[in-house]
């Protein structure tokens, strides 16, 4: 067995990740940016390079058999564009060419329910094989993770075996750098009491990490497989009534319309005046983001945890480290 390169292990979901790969008998390389930035996961090789310069994938590459993509930016703002591409879409073609280059068996190719797009209708979560919707594609994050993801499928039309994991909105606990679970704190906190129309698909962090070991272990090269909670395609509204009852809080969230609040929100933003989100992300936050997880449990086995639990490890963890 040789060894897992992962890349971008330094996030939420590479807390959860690294440990169950080393548990299962892996070898893992994790590749930072930084050294020392990964978790300090015990028999956890380290390499420095970056997805977005070439020269820096041959070494970590170095005797690697599979590949776990998670690198990417995670930005809502119309200015990072560009910034968005070439990480999220450049970044991963460079992975995909040293892998070649490596002999790497398999890619995971790490991407997002982002790029499965928005449904009109919230009561019919999308697939994987849902088109893509114009919505979707209009804001600049998952448009990145759309394309990103569609040169991965490309790369196995070709003859690589790459396959592809779509995480949901993921929870749970460990979020050391506040970026997906945010919002939880916020409305622990009273600092965000209003709510748009529209919702999310929502996974727990571990779910997700034992997923992707799924799909790398069992997943067909060229298919993609979501990885979402069965009961977690929650609206906003629904979200933070179930945080508040779990956290003991009582606390009204107050209903915003949809289009003129995202309106509002970018002529807000052209003026200069201070937003607590983007405005792109605001406006996204008003859709129907509902993704269903049946394939992966069909083919996969995968099992996810009901997502109350997955809310309750959330708050228990801000409230351990000082939100409450």
């Not at 398999?106 to 009109?120: D, F, K, L, N, W």
């Not at 009961?231 to 509204?237: A, C, F, K, V, Y």
Request: aromatic share 4%; charged share 20%.
């Amino acid at each position: 067995m040789g060894t897992i390169l992962v890349t971008g292990a330094t996030g939420f979901l590479g807390q959860a990740l690294l440990p169950r790969l080393v548990d299962a008998g892996h070898a893992v390389r994790v590749l930072e940016r930084r050294p020392g930035s990964a978790p300090d996961v015990a028999g956890v090789e380290r390499a420095t390079g970056d997805v977005t310069d070439p020269a820096t994938l041959p070494a970590a590459l170095d005797g690697v058999d599979r590949v776990i993509h998670m690198a990417g930016l995670v930005s809502h703002a119309e200015a990072d564009r560009e910034r968005l591409m070439r990480v999220n879409v450049g970044g991963t073609e460079n992975v995909l060419a040293a892998a070649r280059a490596a002999g790497v068996a398999r890619v995971v190719h790490v991407s997002s329910i982002a790029a499965v797009g928005t449904t009109p209708d919230p009561g019919r979560p999308l697939d994987e094989d849902a088109p893509y919707s114009a919505t979707a594609a209009s804001y600049p994050y998952p448009l990145s993770k759309r394309l990103g993801e569609q040169a991965a499928l490309a790369a196995a039309a070709q003859g690589q075996d790459v396959t592809v994991a779509n995480p949901g909105h993921v929870l749970g606990r460990g979020d050391v750098n506040g970026i997906s679970t945010f919002h939880i704190r916020k409305i622990l906190t009273g600092e965000l009491r209003l709510t748009l129309p529209g919702g999310i698909t929502y996974v727990d962090v571990g779910d997700v990490a034992d997923g992707i070991l799924r799909v790398m272990d069992r997943g067909a090269a060229g298919r993609r497989y979501i990885l979402g909670s069965v009961d977690g395609s929650l609206s906003h509204m629904e979200l933070a009534r179930r945080v508040l009852a779990i956290a003991g809080i009582e606390r009204r969230m107050l209903p915003l319309p949809g289009a003129p609040t995202a309106l509002a929100g970018r002529l807000a933003q052209r003026l200069g005046v201070p937003l607590p989100v983007e405005a792109t992300e605001l406006d996204a936050a008003r859709h129907w983001w509902y993704c269903t997880s049946d394939r992966a449990i069909r083919e996969l086995g995968y099992a996810p945890r009901p997502i109350d639990e997955a809310l309750r490890d959330t708050v228990d963890w801000y409230r351990e480290h000082g939100a409450l």
